[in-house]
């Protein structure tokens, strides 16, 4: 039953998705199974570059078929932008390895600016690149000041025919070693302030497009490039002034999505490694799954996996279902961003707790995930960015419900225009939701749900009574504590949707809950901690302390769900 949850090479088949898409989601899967653990490995270690991957996406057309909208598709009836299958295909990639969803995810971004242009002969010309078989690039954030695009030193100066010569250097941009297109951020010498920015579309075959060097030391190639008196044509500008300003962050709200289910492949794969070793492990006489604090750890692991995709899954349905007046989305996609990713090495650090020094031999998958879950927090924003964004939300989140229409699962083969005309990035703290108090009604039977309830009142109650005044207000340090116990508000909100959805088993659910009484608890001793909590503020924290309702058969019905993971899937060698 539990590798049902979880993503199985073996038995994969996502028959809720159209069959060309499952068709290519199923030829992705054979394509790196018949390549073979060691081919993965090897070309881990050896830093090699996934040539062999993006010849087979451009024979499949898999990104030309996934990444192009509808409108721009040549009446090709697979092509569309769907962000169902679209993180279908990112948590396979990342299954396999975070370079390969890397080349994927960089691509995505690269093509934000595009599709959000209103320049058809771009948006034709990227179009075509795809169907090629070309990989795109985001030419966004520069080393001196990362992704704060009020800083940037790309300067386009007048050229005094029309056009513009570009010159400046970005860094940390993925595949701008092959990109057909890369889609670069810039200012104007002669314009000031937001009025002057602009966003164009740099050919990195052009003379002067310099590539300098790959930044970092693995097998993805994240590029320094340098434009010198780049030309930059009428025909290659995608946005100008604010219209700019707004692509770049309207790109990152698509693009950070695919974080979380990177996380959840990357997870995935190393717990099949990790209880597969563990159970058929003998330490003095008994498998090491006979230890207690083993058991544990892998029932912790497994339950904040479950609850990651439960998130993640449901997230897809707001993302699918926004519009003008529905940006629910804005808020849950940080969510997967921040929370999704940082549960990704919880999941991780448990696992490894219990193989122990298995996880650092080269030969397994394990290392790999060791390694490459600790930057998918750090990607597209930190953790501490997406943190601060996600209370922008909580006032209304918490306080003044409004109603929608119910959102359903969105499995259907439609084409997501939304995401390509959100039009201006502000008004969030605007941004109204519904009454997240019905998911929690709705299971108020579960003991661990109701009690994580009265802990989510209690922080409305905090809110009322003792706000934080002006100067904690100003002290990111203590709203960052805060925000932890608002984020778990919303994840229950939305694991407890999709379970409802799915029909999840209601001991493993009450079991995650568990965990998250667990997790609320200890952000609430944070909060009592920190130099800036009035005493107020830290009674509060220490009241709000819970211990979840333990159930003997419950836990042990959810470790049978584990154990069943050993032996369920082994890469082919």
Known sequence: MADSLLFNPTTYDPAHLDPESRRLLRATVEFFE????????DSYIDRAWYGDFLDFAAKEGLFATFLTPAADGGGDPAKRWDTARNAAL????GFYGLGYWYTWQVTVLGLGPVWQSANQAARSHAAQLLADGHVMAFGLSERGHGADIYATDMILTPDGAGGFRANGTKYYIGNGNVAGLVSVFGRRADIDGPDGYVFFAADRRHPAYHLVKNVVNGQMFVSEFRLADYPVRDQDVLHTGRAAFDAALNTVNVGKFNLCTAAIGICEHAMYEAVT??????????????????RRELTDAYARLVAMKLFSDRAVDYLRSAGPDDRRYLLFNPMTKMKVTTEGERVIDLLWDV???KGFEADTYFDKAAKDIRGLPKLEGTVHVNLALILKFMPNYLFAPTEFPPVPQRHDPADDTFLFRQGPARGLGAIRFHDWRTAYDNHADLPNVALFRDQADGLCALLRAHAPDEQQQRDLDFLLALGQLFALVVYGQLILEQAELTGLDRGLLDEIFAILIQDFSGYATELAGKAAATEAQTAWAIAHIRRPVWEDSRTANVWEQVVSLSGAYEMQP
């Open 277 to 294: 070793h563990a159970h058929r492990r003998v330490l003095y006489g008994k498998p090491v799954t006979d230890f207690p604090h083993v």
């Open 355 to 357: 193989i122990a020094a």
């Open 34 to 41: 018949n390549r073979g653990k060691k081919a993965l490995i």
């Open 90 to 93: 990112s948590e396979i990639l």
